[in-house]
């Protein structure tokens, strides 16, 4: 099966700065990766996504590039502020429509 | 627009006592699914229905039961709790779509079992 790795599991940035999150997957047939981003208390909610056609894609101050080659993509976060401060998870799906495998997520804090 | 709606949010068991966990979905999502969060181990898969009727394993589903009781509601089930079933339970939907497709969670249900 799909086996997702998630680095850093920790990172903590000073407002302003940017934070970037890499992960890897080891299924090459896997086609969506969507970036979760949690908040305490509450369940994950999707803040950007990437399907496999496209290698960069950007939001506002969010960003996520994708590499199929070596089976890895990132989410940047730009100008980073206090309330970015949750627990971003990644994950990566194929044709088994919505099951997604996720990566052990990583706990970002952003000093005013 | 309530979206994923999970009850209870907090139940406390005893070992061996059974339980139910609700969860109902209003987006007309033909997949739902159970997922476990604990700490440092993000969310794995419990249990998932890709549509109304049909039900298959994920990672984890050893001590669970479940039931697709129509498109709305998808219930997981603890017949005899054991104390490594602590954890926060969240329940999810989707669309069925083959390219996949975000998922949207519940606020989940904190469970100790003592």
């Known amino acids: 099966g799909e086996n997702v790795e998630q680095h850093p599991s920790t990172l903590s940035v000073q407002e302003g700065d940017s934070a970037v999150i890499k992960c890897t997957y080891s299924d090459s047939a896997s086609n969506y990766f969507p970036w979760y981003k949690q908040e305490l208390g509450k369940g994950p909610q999707l803040i950007i996504d990437?399907?496999?056609?496209?290698g960069e894609k950007k939001d506002q101050r969010i960003a996520v590039t994708l590499n199929k080659t070596a089976k890895h993509f990132s989410l940047h976060i730009t100008e980073t502020q206090p309330e970015d401060s949750a627990v971003y998870f990644c994950?990566?799906?194929?044709?088994?429509?919505?099951?997604?495998?996720f990566g052990d997520g990583t706990t970002l804090t952003v000093k005013p | 627009n309530a979206g994923v709606t999970q009850t209870p949010k907090f139940q406390v068991l005893k070992t061996g006592q059974s339980m139910t966990l609700q969860c109902a979905q209003d987006m007309n999502h033909n997949s739902m699914y159970w997922y476990r969060q604990d700490p440092g181990m993000g969310l794995r898969l419990i249990y998932y229905s890709a549509s109304e009727g049909t039900t298959d394993k994920g990672e984890v589903p050893n001590g669970y039961n479940v039931s697709r009781l129509n498109k709305r509601e998808f219930s997981l089930r603890l017949e005899s709790a054991a104390p490594s079933q602590t954890s926060v339970y969240f329940c999810a939907s989707s669309e069925l779509v083959h390219e996949g497709t975000e998922a949207f969670f519940g606020q989940g249900t904190r469970l100790t079992v003592v």
């Open positions: 990437i399907r496999s056609n496209v």
């Open positions: 994950a990566a799906s194929g044709t088994n429509a919505g099951k997604s495998t």
